[in-house]
């Protein structure tokens, strides 16, 4: 006996410059704010080029200082609203320093291959960094 098939939904994803462009706001809005952010930056398949269906935003926030553990410093941090899930991490500048200096492979990618979305640093190149294999400076 013939049976209709069910009618699925199609699942469209944002568009990899429109969460950029919600990030950055968010972002700034976020730095602007709060004196202990030194940079909000993404990283991950957003700046790789490996963006599609199902990914999601990565973020990571350097603080200057934060007496909180790690598990708890994001509940500081409202999620930006970008249309996707959002992977967030806070990181102090010392401990960002120390995986640089261990060279760690985490902190080798996500340097060369991150997006900035805010930087209290004036004349931050690396805000340039927005080409979906994150070559361009």
Wanted: glycine share 8%.
């Amino acid at each position: 006996m013939p049976v209709k098939s069910l009618n699925s939904a199609v699942l469209k994803w944002p568009e990899r410059e429109a969460t950029l462009e919600k990030a950055r706001y968010w972002a700034e809005t976020v730095g602007s704010r709060d004196a202990s952010v030194v940079s909000i930056r993404c990283y991950g398949s957003i700046a790789d080029g490996r963006w599609g269906t199902g990914s999601d935003l990565d973020v990571l926030i350097e603080v200057d200082r934060s007496d909180k553990p790690f598990d708890k410093r994001s509940l500081d941090f409202t999620l930006p609203d970008c249309g996707v899930p959002v992977d967030m991490v806070v990181y102090t500048s010392s401990e960002l320093c120390r995986f640089r200096r261990e060279g760690r492979r985490f902190i080798r990618e996500f340097d060369g291959k991150s997006i900035v979305l805010y930087s209290a640093r004036a004349g931050d190149s690396r805000a340039l960094h927005t080409s979906p294999k994150g070559d361009d400076q």
